[in-house]
């Protein structure tokens, strides 16, 4: 039967309590006296410990704690209580001293260098990365045999087929918006016919490809970057080098060749949805029916535009695909990192978007497709 530390109060000098214990002051058995002790209040004069039997370092925390608390001495300590009690006080934690924080000059120029450091590294981090990648597909070329089509479709089906559905949806939207707006402000000018102007160029130009990219940079880049990053983390990618098998031929060559080929199509069907949208709120804002809308789109749209948007869109393509990989081929350390890795991805991959758009847009310009 378990024996249970226990205690007794008797009356001490000046009406101060002496706490007199018994039994053995241990983890397994120190719970009831605990909690009755907690409830007890001073005066204390001393704790008195010659009783005690057995004793390991809760029992020493406990008398430590009361010996704190009360202000009281601890008498009657074996050789081990005593050795135990002592290790307790000098296990105390020091104060915590804080170094001083850098004035906001000093802070600023670090946190710049560490940016401009860390993007510098990165930015050779990712040539090397897009290097490996030019070599596998080298080799790919050299040896078409190679080539993982089951992969590739596969890829294919993710990255276009199964995003039909959310892209038509969001271009549809986004044209009935571009059209309901554009028509409140042309009418101003009476020019609400412009609207089809409007609405069909920015949509081939700009809306459509640009919206898709952003698209499957969230949805696919993501993606991308989570699964190649969980393969790294359990080390499967490790098992396909020593196997013999290319990680980048096997997991990053299809992932990029998928959306350099859908980008393109993705974005005309964006476009196309974008229109239609701006046809269906024309017909019932405008009084424009649903196919002269379609068919004046033919007349003030130039085929240049559509060309334009399809020229866009396999780079933008192709840097979602390899921002997503690299991303997922950077995880190294736990879980967390994975999360991380695919937040940086799709950020990146938006950002490198939009500025391509923007160089893209003062090219165009530049050789006269304006």
């Known amino acids: 039967m378990r024996t249970w530390a226990d205690f007794t109060t008797e009356e001490g000098d000046g009406g101060a309590k002496r706490i007199v214990f018994s039994g053995p002051l241990t983890v397994s058995s120190i719970g009831p006296a605990d909690v009755r002790l907690r409830t007890l209040e001073g005066p204390v004069s001393e ?3 010659s009783g005690i039997g057995e004793i390991d ?19 009657g300590a074996s050789g081990q209580a005593k050795r135990l009690i002592t290790a307790i006080e000098t296990d105390e934690p020091e104060e915590i001293t804080r170094p001083p924080r850098p004035n906001a000059v000093t802070r600023v120029l670090e946190a710049t260098g560490i940016l401009s450091v860390t993007t510098w590294l990165g930015t050779v981090k990712i040539t ?12 790919l070329i050299r040896h078409p045999g190679r080539v993982r089509a089951k992969a590739m479709i596969h890829q294919l089906e993710l990255v276009g087929i199964n995003s039909l559905g959310i892209i038509g949806l969001m271009s549809f939207l986004v044209g009935i918006v ?13 020019a609400e016919m412009l609207t089809v102007n409007l609405t069909g160029r920015i ?4 809306l459509g490809v640009l919206m898709t990219a952003i698209m499957v940079a969230g949805r696919s880049g993501s993606a991308f970057a989570a699964q190649i990053g969980t393969m790294k983390l359990t080390e499967e990618i490790d098992a396909m080098r020593t196997i013999g098998v290319s990680p980048i031929e096997a997991l990053v060559i299809p992932r990029i060749l998928a959306s350099v080929v859908m ?3 993705l974005g005309f069907y964006a476009a196309i949805m974008a229109i239609v949208g701006g046809a269906v709120i024309s017909s019932f804002t405008l009084g424009i029916p649903f196919m002269t809308f379609l068919i004046r789109i033919q007349e003030v749209v130039p085929l240049h535009d559509v060309w334009v948007g399809l020229v866009k869109a396999p780079f933008f393509g192709l840097v979602i695909a390899m921002t997503g990989c690299y991303q997922g081929m950077q995880v190294e350390a736990n879980a967390e990192e994975v999360g991380l890795r695919t937040t940086m991805a799709v950020v990146q991959a938006i950002f490198m978007v939009i500025v391509m758009d923007a160089f893209f847009a003062v090219f165009f310009t530049e050789v006269g497709w304006g």
């Open 178 to 190: 571009i059209a309901q707006q554009g028509a409140v402000q042309l009418q101003q000018f009476g």
């Open 128 to 139: 090397g990365f897009l290097g490996e990648i030019l070599v596998d597909t080298g080799h």
């Open 263 to 265: 980008m393109p199509l």
């Open 203 to 206: 949509a081939m130009r700009e």
């Open 47 to 49: 704790l008195d410990v």
């Open 57 to 75: 370092t809760v029992g020493a925390w406990l008398l430590h704690r009361l010996s704190q608390e009360f202000s009281a001495p601890v008498v």
